[in-house]
């Protein structure tokens, strides 16, 4: 169990580097939808680029970096902001809803 927390730990830092990323991009496909949505609307492209913003901010809108936060945080029993008790190994039970 410790070595799949490891590597839960080391997933979660590679997420939240992507959440960053697909925020920037989120950022790029909302200026692209609000310059040209009137003018571009029934292209093709357009409605493609409209459909992977949609898709982008459900990303999003799942959080799947708080989910494994707190996945993590389960095996550790209460943790404050400091994170220094999830570095030994795991004390708890995760709850039911993790299961």
């Known amino acids: 169990v410790d070595s799949v ?22 950022q790029v496909l909302d ?9 571009h609307r029934s ?15 459900r990303t999003e809108d799942f959080q799947t ?5 707190d996945l993590r945080q389960s095996f550790f029993g209460k943790v404050d902001e ?3 008790q999830m570095k030994g ?3 708890h039970y995760p709850d039911e809803k993790y299961v």
């Open 5 to 26: 927390l490891k590597d839960l730990k080391l997933s979660f830092r590679r997420l939240s580097t992507m959440t960053t990323v697909l925020a920037d991009e989120t």
């Open 65 to 69: 970096c708080s989910l494994v936060n």
């Open 89 to 91: 190994s795991w004390s």
């Open 43 to 57: 292209s093709l492209f357009s409605r493609r680029i409209n459909e992977l913003r949609r898709y982008s901010h």
């Open 31 to 39: 200026r692209l939808h609000y310059k040209n949505k009137n003018q």
């Open 82 to 84: 400091s994170h220094k």
